[in-house]
């Protein structure tokens, strides 16, 4: 079974202006602790994703595990270390295929039925949410509060990762309630170092 680290960064190309914010922003995030992150970009072209991707890759080196959102074909073509899957993308299990057994794979869910089926795939991790209301997709799934990840807690013995509007004043509570990590967008955007230290900070 997989070892998480509390913090599961996730860097959403929409959130910043250019290439080079979301660069600089990877490598403040890596200086404050961050040893994983996922790369989103639900927007982009495969040609631009793959060389957001590549940079990346470039810039972290084997000092950060790398996630790529949705696509496992550009997963492989980045050398990333894994693949982050929704309910409407390719199933676990046709992702499993393409990347093989040594990558991670995530998939997210967002009630317990989805959780109870995650379960049973072969997913390293599942992720649930959103926890708390958030900013960062435009048609959210409803709120499963801290209520959710206690029930997500009693049905899988995979690594938990609680997402949605969790930040440093809340993240506390989400690792109490039995999430093993905690993935965090929009708190780590304006003082990505700073950030990240004090998320690490507050959950030890």
């Given at each position: 079974m997989i070892q998480l680290p509390r913090l599961y960064a996730i860097l959403d190309s929409s959130s910043f202006s250019d290439n080079e914010a979301l660069f600089?922003?990877?490598?403040?995030?890596?200086?404050?602790?961050?040893?994983?992150?996922?790369?989103?970009?639900?927007?982009?072209n495969a040609r631009e994703m793959l060389a957001q991707a590549r940079?990346?890759?470039r810039r972290l080196?084997?000092?950060?595990?790398?996630?790529?959102?949705?696509?496992?074909?550009?997963c492989l073509a980045a050398e990333f270390d894994g693949v982050h899957v929704g309910q409407e993308d390719l199933s676990p299990e046709g992702v499993r295929k393409i990347i093989g057994a040594r990558l991670w794979l995530g998939v997210s869910?967002?009630?317990?039925?989805?959780?109870?089926?995650?379960?049973k795939t072969s997913a390293d991790y599942i992720a649930i949410g959103p926890?708390?209301?958030?900013?960062?997709?435009?048609?959210?799934?409803?709120?499963?509060?801290?209520?959710?990840?206690?029930?997500?807690?009693?049905?899988t013995r995979k690594p938990l990762v609680?997402?949605?509007?969790?930040?440093?004043?809340?993240?506390?509570?989400?690792?109490e309630a039995g999430a093993d990590s905690v993935a965090v967008i929009s708190d780590l955007?304006?003082?990505?170092?700073?950030s990240a230290e004090e998320i690490l900070s507050i959950l030890g």
């Amino acid at each position: 079974m997989i070892q998480l680290p509390r913090l599961y960064a996730i860097l959403d190309s929409s959130s910043f202006s250019d290439n080079e914010a979301l660069f600089s922003t990877a490598e403040e995030l890596l200086a404050g602790g961050a040893t994983l992150l996922q790369y989103r970009n639900k927007k982009g072209n495969a040609r631009e994703m793959l060389a957001q991707a590549r940079e990346l890759k470039r810039r972290l080196g084997p000092s950060a595990r790398l996630i790529m959102n949705d696509r496992a074909d550009l997963c492989l073509a980045a050398e990333f270390d894994g693949v982050h899957v929704g309910q409407e993308d390719l199933s676990p299990e046709g992702v499993r295929k393409i990347i093989g057994a040594r990558l991670w794979l995530g998939v997210s869910t967002h009630n317990t039925d989805q959780v109870k089926e995650a379960d049973k795939t072969s997913a390293d991790y599942i992720a649930i949410g959103p926890v708390f209301s958030t900013a960062s997709k435009v048609n959210p799934d409803p709120v499963v509060g801290l209520a959710g990840i206690r029930k997500a807690r009693s049905l899988t013995r995979k690594p938990l990762v609680a997402i949605g509007g969790i930040n440093r004043a809340n993240c506390l509570s989400v690792i109490e309630a039995g999430a093993d990590s905690v993935a965090v967008i929009s708190d780590l955007v304006r003082q990505p170092r700073k950030s990240a230290e004090e998320i690490l900070s507050i959950l030890g």
